[in-house]
């Protein structure tokens, strides 16, 4: 980075407040300008020092973190870090929907010892998060604010694609703004579909069943946390729970899921590239793999064994792409066939999945 990273850091635990600082203050290239107990502190030194990025703790007195989220989206468009205890999982999905970036998770209480394990996660995302383009998070938060309008119970409009077409099952990674954007594209199918669906989002363990019942309460098809001997069948769509990995496994003439724990060297968890891997082996070149934004390069191992195993391949384009890592790491592979903006990727993947469209 060219300049320090101006970071605020709210929070209503003096403790939290002093461990975070100590965490940021020393690392190069992240100055820490100022902190604050409450949201309404908290505005007051956002709009004083205009900090590059804001950790904001959700529960607090006075004014919350989502108000306080509202405010800043309204006024000055700033990334927001939502750092967060496990007790509040449902919460941080609200977070995101109005705009907030990422999340860390600290330990639950005002003072745990435990807050210094998040240092390198918090480290590590407010420094890929500095740079982030906010048109593009709240262009994802306004559309999933819209899902959540839209679908207010189940649509039984019957699927206008004929039939069995050329893949029984779509997989999909997603890392940093991964959760409103796959609630776009499950949104914008309306009905039941002749494929399963499989998604490994880049989470903590706790937090993906609250995801999947979130997406579950806006979205057509049923949605739900994967757990071991889950068969895959048409209109399901399965979450790798958070620290595990997602795998799949022939049984006869069904395929079911397979949850296990990660490798000691597998830095991304849940694993997009394992999921992948996996998925090609069990359906071999009945099967669309999909890759949308964030850091890193999971995914891109994946897309090579879809494709080796005939599959299809799709990959979000940059222009909406809250971070370009894993898209562009998938997309340098060449074995990507068709590179999709956010807005268009739902009903390109339904295009894909009708008879006959392969390339």
Not at 155 to 170: A, H, L
Not at 199 to 213: D, V, Y
Request: proline letters at 6%.
């Amino acid at each position: 980075m060219s300049k320090k990273v101006r970071v605020l850091v709210v929070d209503d635990s003096a403790y939290n407040r002093r461990t975070i600082v100590k965490m940021l203050e020393v690392v190069p290239g992240i100055e820490v300008v100022g902190y604050a107990c409450d949201g309404e502190e908290g505005l007051r030194k956002f709009f004083d020092l205009e900090p590059d990025l804001v950790t904001l703790d959700l529960e607090m007195p006075r004014m919350d973190g989502f108000t306080f989220l509202r405010v800043v989206m309204q006024k000055r468009h700033t990334p927001v870090i939502v750092v967060s205890a496990r007790s509040e999982d449902s919460s941080v999905f609200k977070a995101l929907e109005l705009g907030a970036v990422e999340f860390v998770t600290k330990p639950p209480g005002k003072i745990s010892p435990a807050l210094a394990n998040i240092r390198d996660d918090l480290v590590r995302k407010v420094r890929q998060i500095a740079c982030t383009d906010m048109n593009k998070i709240l262009a994802r938060s306004l559309s999933a604010l819209g899902a959540d309008q839209v679908v207010a119970g189940r649509s039984r409009r019957k699927w206008e694609v004929g039939g069995e077409g050329p893949f029984r099952q779509i997989v999909i990674g997603a890392s940093t703004g991964g959760p409103p954007a796959l609630q776009q594209i499950l949104s914008a199918i309306k009905g039941p579909i002749p494929v399963g669906i499989a998604i490994s989002q880049h989470m903590p363990p706790g937090f993906t069943r609250a995801f999947a019942e979130r997406l579950d309460k806006v979205c057509a098809l049923e949605v739900r946390e994967a757990r071991s001997g889950d068969v895959m069948k048409p209109g399901r769509v399965l979450i790798s729970p958070g620290g595990k990995n997602l795998l799949f496994r022939s049984r006869g003439d069904k395929v079911v899921a397979s949850v296990v724990s990660p490798g000691p060297d597998q830095r991304y968890v849940p694993s997009v590239d394992v999921m992948f891997a996996s998925a090609s082996e069990a359906f071999g070149p009945s099967i669309l793999g999909v890759v949308l934004t964030g850091m890193g390069n999971d995914g891109a191992k994946g897309i090579i064994a879809i494709k080796d195993a005939g599959g299809a391949t799709l990959a979000e384009a940059e222009e909406s792409s809250v971070v370009f890592g894993m898209p562009k790491e998938a997309i340098a592979t060449g074995k990507v066939d068709q590179v999709v903006a956010l807005p268009r990727m739902g009903e390109e993947i339904l295009r894909w999945c009708e008879a006959g469209r392969r390339r």
